[in-house]
């Protein structure tokens, strides 16, 4: 009887789980559906789900009118750029809350990460002014340094909590084998946090991969991402629902990908700390 | 060479004071143990030596040389920890070549030290191995090994033993005692284990609440105890600390009895006393009396084959010449 129980439970559990994850897969599955619509059917009401004509169309159409591969371009250089830059700057800050803590460690994890609360329109008047007083706006460099600080408390977050399990004695054991500080972060505690670090690169290059609101308002024409890409072709001569997701399909897929590549990594640095 | 002199060093965290100055001499070629109850401080002593803490006050010496601000890597010591701290990223061969590989030294001379220190240690058949493939003994073997290469002025010993079972913990006792004999480097040891302090140490230092209680070879400690405190701590079964009239026969505030001073009969003797709990080790049989008078429970330590059960009634008489006084401050009477 127990074992019947067990096995209905299983079976419950995982329809659940199934059924909350096409929930909310749904937009993106109806955005790629959309995509190989024409446009009459990518606005019928009521809406066709899979009988529809497939057609390949709004893509030729998409990659005659925009350069998709300069937006893919400009935006594997910006997030892969902002985030290599924030581990930089990150893994130092993380080691030393990590492992020399005072008494307001806390506190300054805290400030770092409540800047994330600020909504991000509050400093664009003054970042913009910067970016054109630096003549950066409309630079990818620009755009790395930009996305970077927005994610640079996330990164020393992450870092933070795995350093945070790497025990201290270790550390001390290098410093009394003679280890610099530099070697000590090279040679010790770098390779033993490598599956932190590279779930920390994983989400925030996503992160940067999907940011819009600095990446669509900074640039224009030559540091322009996949964002610019797809809010391009919502544009003001009229809605064009199957081309908006042919461009938006073409511009997560490479996310999509690698996050399908990588789900495992994300899933256990996402909940690394959570489960001892 | 690997003298080290402690000069009114103290050091606090924050408002609480853990070490009140204290001075220590520790000889070139010593080995030293120091050793209390947990909570002591005896292991932020040994920190502060290595300098993985910064002392508050005084300064430190290392060689005749001041070390007190000098960093931990630079202070010519090598320390194994606890939890053997192995870099378990790296094999063993590369654990061991860590230290000489941050020291710079040639390839040829590192990998002649390494073939020397594994086969001292029995490890020449685990070099390629990661730590995590390795039992706790071998462990420890590696992180001493890892010591041992950088040759250093002075070994530091952090409760090395207290992760291993008790079989295992009494043969590296050996091995490292052994070690010393054949390295006479100055060795200091951290442990909270007063049977591994007596085996082990030519100088035995008993910290309690961060201050020295004693300093003394392991007999001098057992013999002369300076105050009731390091009596009731050094030998094992405990001594027996007795107060009240008993004492003060004696024309002291304690008298300190060890259970191996104390006769017994069943018949007559000073003290009469019920059995509670005897254990027998073989050897020598532990015997708890109760109903004594004196104390809860009176240890004794007899060796032959004297039968007792629990509950018999057994005389006890105290060997006078072996008996401790001690004041009300607790201080030895001599």
């Known amino acids: 009887m127990a074992r019947a129980v067990t096995r209905n439970r299983k079976i419950v559990n995982t329809a659940l789980a199934w059924g909350i994850g096409l929930l909310i897969f749904f937009p993106i599955l109806w955005t790629i559906l959309t995509s190989f619509k024409t446009e009459a059917q990518a606005i019928s009401d009521p809406p066709v789900f899979l009988a529809f004509d497939w057609t390949l169309e709004n893509y030729g159409i998409v990659l005659e009118r925009s350069n998709y591969m300069r937006f893919l371009w400009n935006s594997v250089i910006i997030a892969g750029g902002s985030t290599v830059l924030g581990i930089i700057v990150a893994v130092p800050a993380a080691w030393s809350m990590a492992f020399v803590p005072s008494r307001r460690t806390k506190d300054i994890l805290l400030w770092m990460l409540s800047t994330k609360m600020l909504p991000a329109v509050g400093v664009l008047y003054p970042i913009y002014l910067i970016f054109i007083r630096l003549g950066i706006l409309d630079s990818r460099t620009g755009l790395v340094i930009v996305l970077m600080l927005m994610n640079l408390p996330i990164i020393v977050w992450m870092l933070y909590t795995y350093f945070r399990e790497i025990p201290g004695e270790i550390l001390e054991a290098a410093r009394m084998d003679g280890a610099s500080l530099k070697n000590e972060i090279v040679h010790v505690l770098m390779p033993m946090a490598v599956p932190g670090i590279a779930s920390t690169l994983l989400l925030n290059f996503i992160l940067a991969w999907n940011e819009a609101f600095w990446t669509l308002n900074l640039t224009a024409a030559n540091a322009a991402p996949l964002t610019a890409f797809i809010a391009s072709y919502s544009s003001p001569e009229g809605l064009f629902f199957a081309k908006l997701s042919a461009a938006s399909t073409m511009a997560i897929a ?16 996402l909940t690394f700390g959570a489960v001892k | 060479m690997g003298h080290i002199r402690l000069n009114q060093v103290s050091k606090s965290f ?27 401080g005896k292991s932020t002593l040994l920190r502060l030596i290595a300098g993985l803490e910064d002392i508050t006050s005084g300064h430190i010496d290392i060689d005749g040389a001041d070390a007190t601000n000098v960093p931990p890597a630079k202070r010519g010591l090598a320390m194994v920890f606890q939890s053997y701290a192995l870099y378990p990223h790296m094999s063993v061969r590369k654990n061991i070549a860590f230290p000489m590989k941050m020291a710079g030294l040639p390839e040829a001379e590192q990998t002649r030290r390494i073939d020397n220190a594994a086969s001292a240690l029995n490890l020449t058949d685990y070099l390629d191995r990661r730590p995590g493939q390795l039992s706790g003994g071998q462990r420890q073997r590696v992180a001493i090994g890892r010591a041992i290469v950088r040759e250093p002025a002075a070994f530091l010993f952090d409760e090395p033993l207290s992760n291993l079972d008790a079989a295992l913990r009494v043969g590296m006792r050996l091995e490292i005692s052994e070690l010393h004999k054949r390295l006479k480097t100055t060795m200091v040891y951290v442990t909270h284990d007063q049977v591994e302090a007596m085996t082990m140490a030519d100088r035995i230092v008993v910290l309690r609440a961060g201050m020295i209680e004693q300093v003394g070879s392991p007999l001098e400690l057992y013999h ?24 003060q026969k004696h024309g002291a505030a304690i008298i300190g009895i060890r259970p191996e001073h104390t006769d017994v009969s069943k018949t007559e003797g000073l003290w009469k006393g019920v059995v509670g709990v005897a254990e027998h080790l073989g050897s020598d049989t532990f015997i708890h009396v109760h109903d004594t008078g004196l104390a809860d429970t009176f240890t004794v330590r007899i060796t032959g084959d004297i039968q007792v059960r629990h509950g018999d009634t057994i005389h006890l008489s105290p060997q006078m010449d072996k008996l401790h006084r001690f004041d009300a401050r607790g201080l030895r009477i001599d």
């Open chain 2, 224 to 247: 002369t105890p300076r105050n009731a405190f390091v009596a009731g701590f050094i030998g094992s079964p405990k001594m027996n600390l007795i107060e009240g009239p008993e004492a």
């Open chain 2, 14 to 40: 924050g408002d609480v004071q853990v070490i009140p100055p204290l001075d220590l001499t520790i000889e070139d070629g010593e080995f030293t143990v120091f050793v209390g109850p947990s909570g002591c």
């Open chain 1, 254 to 269: 490479p996310i999509l990908i690698l996050g399908w590549f990588s789900q495992k990594q994300l899933v256990s640095g």
